[in-house]
């Protein structure tokens, strides 16, 4: 089974999600500079979650340039991915709205965990289908990145009971630990490439 369909639709639904993100952002009722401070919470809240879906973005691209092919159990672990994933412009207008007050942050956490959990859902079963031996397992190794995330995503829930600040930190902490970019598949499509031509 072809995986352009799927890439292209990932790819659709994830610019739809930005686009919603940004509409929330509501146009102030005057033209001086201070009617921007009261919209610096919704912008926030913007920036984050707009980090978090590129760098989904991202990883899902980099991810399906091994993809040699796909089946129904991955079509379904995709879409699964994506609804989580389109629940973040929720997240992120309501935890905007009410400056971080405790239940719009730990909802926003919970969705970050739902999409980290359907993340890996979807490379086991990529996984799965591409055999231990393929260059699409070998490329990703054991994923520390994506443990520890999950590990500071339940500490931040955790936090956020206390203070929703604390929270927000570890969410961006996780943010931060992915925003740097990961060569791993770079570096194996290189290895390809030149064994190729050798």
């Not at 092919?69 to 309501?94: D, M």
């Not at 925003?179 to 570096?187: G, L, N, W």
Request: with cysteine; aromatic share 16%.
């Amino acid at each position: 089974m072809s995986k352009g369909r799927l890439e292209a639709f990932s790819d659709g639904v994830i610019a739809i999600i930005i686009t919603i993100m940004v509409l929330e952002i509501k146009m102030p009722h005057d033209s001086t500079l201070d009617a921007l401070k009261p919209m610096l919470p919704v912008f926030l809240s913007y920036a984050l979650s707009f980090i978090y879906v590129g760098i989904y973005w991202n990883n899902h691209h980099h991810m399906f340039q091994l993809v040699k092919h796909v089946n129904g159990k991955v079509l379904w672990k995709n879409l699964h991915l994506l609804f989580w994933l389109s629940l973040v412009p929720f997240a992120t207008a309501w935890m905007g709205e009410y400056h971080y007050s405790k239940w719009p942050v730990i909802v926003y956490g919970f969705i970050l965990i739902m999409c980290a959990i359907a993340y890996v859902m979807l490379f086991i079963q990529l996984s799965k289908i591409h055999g231990n031996g393929s260059a699409f397992v070998s490329a990703f190794g054991k994923d520390y990145k994506g443990k520890i995330s999950l590990v500071f995503y339940i500490i931040g829930i955790a936090l956020a009971f206390v203070n929703s600040w604390l929270g927000i930190l570890m969410y961006v902490i996780v943010a931060c630990i992915w925003f740097i970019p990961d060569r791993r598949v770079e570096k194996k499509l290189i290895q390809e490439d030149q064994s190729a031509k050798s």
